[in-house]
């Protein structure tokens, strides 16, 4: 591993956290502590990882391939709930203020060296997968993200920072938490399944059950979901009558189809958005532009952030990453 760092961020997942809880409002009277806490928090991740280059990966509709597969797919997950004693009348549509926020701070970050990925019907876990993977494989890469989905891709040049628990989510965390591998941490989400995403696992089974019954979890690398299941028909063979090896034989094409929702490759992008993705992350200007960036503050009444200091920690913190 060299010494330039990469900072990817899941931007849904992060605005939506600073959206929920900070009821700031602009000198116009409107909600903008989605705005505010992103870009605090991407300040806050410059100076603590000093990287090269910070992406920003956006929801883009959603995985048109993993909703072929399951039509349910993320139906099941929960409004936001927003953490303000009081919400205004003149206010009272969420999902309105959310995006009025999310389309003024993509102007904003667009005039920084920050740069935004957003493809059509596709994730933005799909694409920071598809970049960590691909993208400059010596450089240390973190992952801004509060979701699991994530902890499979992390190896000896990739970890997780939690903004939720302030810290490094690597091998040594997921081992002391979980008890098994991260390279195998989805495929345990596809025996236990995911109610966040509406996914549902085998009866019973939790992580605690599957590094009991299978514990090649904690010491191998490489064991798939057939290898779970052809052991758990085997035990059945040999006259093992605990329910859990039943259940797992009779679930064989749910965890399949797990499998294809919650493995995190590039077979779930189309070569289109592959090109597109390539573009965005390659074609992006390293620079501010103070005057257009100034007028959108003015422009929203967003004066009492300071823009500057902001800028002046990107300049200094953020390179040319070639």
Known sequence: MNDKTTVFIDGLNVFMRHFAANPSKSLNGKFCGGIYGFLNNVKYLTEKFNPDKVIVAWEGGGSARRRAI?????????????????????????????????????????????????????????????????????????????????????????????????????????????????????????????????????????????????????????????????????????????????DIKESKDNIEKNWKLMYLDSAMLSATQIKKINYQFDNKEEQINKFKLLKIMNREGLNSFDIHTFIIELKSRLRNNT
């Open 70 to 246: 399951d039509s349910n797919y993320k139906m099941g997950r929960r409004p936001v709930k927003l953490n303000r004693s009081v919400y205004d009348e003149e206010y009272p549509s969420t999902t309105g203020d959310r995006d009025t926020q999310l389309k003024v701070l993509i102007e904003i970050l667009y005039e920084t060296p920050v740069t935004q990925i957003y493809v059509d019907d596709c994730e933005a876990d799909d694409v920071i997968s598809y970049l960590v993977k691909t993208k400059k494989s010596s450089n240390r890469k973190i992952i801004v993200t509060s979701d699991k989905d994530y902890y499979q891709l992390i190896d000896n040049n990739t970890v997780i920072w939690s903004p939720n628990k302030k810290c490094i989510i690597d091998e040594k965390y997921i081992v002391d938490n979980w008890g098994i591998l991260p390279q195998n941490f989805c495929l345990a989400r596809c025996f236990a399944g995911d109610q966040s995403d509406g996914i549902k696992g085998v009866k019973g089974v939790g992580f605690k059950t599957m590094l009991k019954r299978f514990p090649d979890l904690l010491s191998c690398k490489n064991v798939s979901y057939n290898d779970i299941i052809n052991r758990s028909i085997n035990e059945i063979a040999t006259g093992n009558n605990l329910r859990i090896f039943k």
